[in-house]
C-alpha cells in the first residue's frame, strides 16, 4: 500500500514540476510536447529496468500474445497492485489493454476540464509498456486515450521490420 502511494505522488510531481518548468518557458503546445515526450522517455527507462530484473524463465515466451499477457497480469500487478482489465487484439500486431480504474487517474475528479488533463498522466505509461516490450525484444508504439474518467486504454501496436 506504501509502496502505490509514494508512486502516485512521486508521479504527480513528476507531471506538477514538468508542466511548471515548460509553461514557463513555452506556454503552448510546443512545451506540453515536449513535457509528454520526457515522461514517455523516463517511463521507457523504467520499464527497460523492470524487464531487465525480469527472470529468464519468464522471458521464454512463445508468442507477443503471451508477452502482451505477461504485461496484463504481472508487470501491472506489479506497479499498479491490479491486473489489467482487459486485453484485446485483432491478430495483426494491434493491442489495446483497457483498465476501468487506473490508479493514476482514479484521484482526477470528472469532468470535461479533468479529461483534457488526462494525457499527461498517461505518457510515463505509455514509455513504462513500450521499454519493457522493447526488453523483450519487441519494437511498439504505444499510446493512451482515455473517453472517460478514470478508465483509460492503452493501444500497443508491434513494429514489424
Not at 511498439?140 to 483509460?152: G, K, R, W
Not at 500497443?156 to 521490420?161: C, D, E, N, P
Request: proline letters at 4%.
Amino acid at each position: 500500500m506504501v509502496d502505490a502511494v509514494l508512486f502516485e505522488f512521486l508521479h504527480t510531481e513528476m507531471v506538477a514540476e514538468l508542466w511548471a518548468h515548460d509553461s514557463d518557458l513555452d506556454p503552448g503546445p510546443g512545451g506540453q510536447k515536449t513535457s509528454l515526450l520526457v515522461l514517455e522517455g523516463m517511463g521507457f527507462r523504467v520499464g527497460q529496468a523492470l524487464g531487465e530484473r525480469l527472470p529468464r524463465e519468464m522471458l521464454a515466451f512463445r508468442e507477443e500474445l503471451d508477452v502482451l499477457k505477461f504485461l496484463c497480469k504481472d508487470l501491472w500487478g506489479a506497479v499498479f497492485q491490479k491486473q489489467m482489465d482487459s486485453l484485446r487484439t485483432n491478430h495483426q500486431g494491434t493491442y489495446v489493454l483497457q483498465d476501468s480504474s487506473f490508479p493514476l487517474l482514479v484521484r482526477m475528479g470528472s469532468g470535461l476540464q479533468y479529461l483534457e488533463e488526462a494525457p499527461k498522466f498517461l505518457a510515463f505509461t505509455c514509455g513504462l509498456l513500450r521499454g519493457t516490450l522493447s526488453t523483450l525484444g519487441i519494437k511498439s508504439l504505444v499510446t493512451a486515450s482515455v473517453a472517460a474518467l478514470p478508465a483509460c486504454k492503452f493501444q500497443v501496436v508491434i513494429q514489424r521490420s
